[in-house]
């Protein structure tokens, strides 16, 4: 069973859906872009939080699990064009900065939900009729990720939705760690050209790497041995990437539905008849290495 609490962070009202053993639990901040602050698998917390860009509103917070729509990355230019209609979004769209809404619980399976809506000021950028719903569902060794689009206008829309998930992975772990995929394929935003795929050195510098053909559906965030790493399954996430900084305490896995730029290419567009919807799912649990016996 789960039971939920609810508190301050701040100006925002958070929520919190733990487990009755306290050993898995995860924070929201709906006013907040809808973002999930903190979360906990097996008493171990996995997100890196920074706090003071959580309480600045001038700042896009950095930590957590914002969320990516109508667009994941940038588009050129800063616009698009769709059946005649003009976008203009900023990186990684809107959702992430504009309030949410508490949908429901059902503690008997520790699922919670949010919404977010088209709206005035969306129509400016965006010029459709949305809802967007998230829900995360916390599992005996996992947390789980839905979204569901639907398009409640009278035309056709197009969509990119994207996580990004910040996990707490220690500087000096970078240099042991690897990420794992099966993949042949990657964008390597740093360089601004699509490489081979091979596992990117995790410390030294900043890393912006694009998978672009992940087969399988997940991608490990692997440590030294009997150190904590990450699985993130995201199987109806055909782009996952993998970002870090210098000095930052962070490694961030983040499932995209298509790559950067797809409402300018076309390339892993979500496009929604009116009325339809589109539905994804995304796991994360965490992971460690048996430390080898002497």
């Not at 769209?93 to 969306?122: C, H, Y």
Request: proline share 7%.
């Amino acid at each position: 069973m789960f039971h939920l609490s609810r508190s301050r962070r701040g100006p925002f009202e958070t929520t919190m859906l733990k487990s009755d053993d306290g050993a898995s639990w995860i924070e929201f901040a709906p006013e907040r872009g809808g973002i999930a602050t903190r979360a906990a698998i097996d008493g171990r917390e996995i997100l890196y939080f920074d706090e003071s860009t959580f309480l600045d509103t001038t700042k896009n917070v950095r930590g957590g699990i914002p969320i990516l729509f109508p667009i994941a990355g940038p588009l050129e230019g800063g616009r698009a064009a769709f059946e005649g209609a003009e976008i203009r979004l900023p990186r990684h769209g809107f959702a992430r900065e504009q309030p949410w809404t508490f949908v429901d619980a059902d503690v008997n399976i520790g699922k919670l939900a949010m919404r977010f809506a088209s709206n005035d000021s969306t129509r400016a950028m965006y010029p459709y009729e949305f809802e967007l719903i998230v829900s995360y569902q916390l599992f005996e060794h996992s947390i789980g990720v839905e979204s569901c689009i639907t398009n409640t206008g009278a035309r056709p829309m197009p969509a990119q939705i994207g996580f990004h998930p910040y996990f707490n992975f220690s500087e000096a772990d970078k240099s042991v760690a690897r990420i794992e995929a099966v993949a042949t394929r990657a964008f390597d935003n740093l360089l601004g050209k699509i490489v081979d795929y091979k596992s990117p050195a995790l410390a030294g510098g900043e890393v912006d790497y694009h998978i672009l053909d992940p087969n399988g559906g997940a991608v490990r965030l692997r440590n030294a041995p009997g150190r904590t790493g990450v699985r993130l399954d995201y199987g109806g996430f055909p782009c996952a990437v993998v970002w870090t900084l210098p000095g930052k305490d962070f490694v961030c896995l983040e499932p995209w539905s298509g790559p950067a730029k797809s409402l300018n290419t076309g390339e892993g567009l979500i496009r929604l008849r009116p009325g339809q919807s589109d539905w994804r799912r995304w796991f994360v649990q965490i992971e460690i290495d048996e430390v080898p016996k002497n």
